[in-house]
């Protein structure tokens, strides 16, 4: 396990990434899963927080909560080109909703390094428990 939350790290998988997101609560650790999947794409520390976006989904499990979150990010990077470096996630664990303010700018090639296109959020290995005072997050992204 990783010193302290939060935090987040790259475990081996064949092909694609597999990321473990740790944070002191739920919300907490679904943020470190969002900069786990941007640091993917880019390096985060070069995002700067220009664009702002409110996001809401609601899921029928926390896995399918987790799974519409990463897409929905996902969906602004691939239709507007946004990529991200700031969250604030607040979960409504009673009604299994998310609401989250975003901030990222426009990739831009000149300022951004071209790391991996995460194509896809998946389920593959998902899982989502509290252990040591930690929420701990694993899940595969489509690469």
Partial sequence: MLGKCPSFEFLDHTSDVLIKAVGNSLNEAFEQAAIAVYE??????KVKPLN???IEVD??????LLYRWIESLLYYTDSEGLVFSKFK???DEKNIKLR????GEKFDNKIHEHRTIVKAMTYSQMEIKEEENCWIIYFVVDI
């Fill in 59 to 64: 899921g029928y499990d926390m896995y399918n």
């Fill in 89 to 91: 996630v607040n979960i």
């Fill in 40 to 45: 993917v794409i880019t390096d985060t520390n």
């Fill in 52 to 54: 702002k976006i409110e």
């Fill in 100 to 103: 989250a303010t975003v901030y």
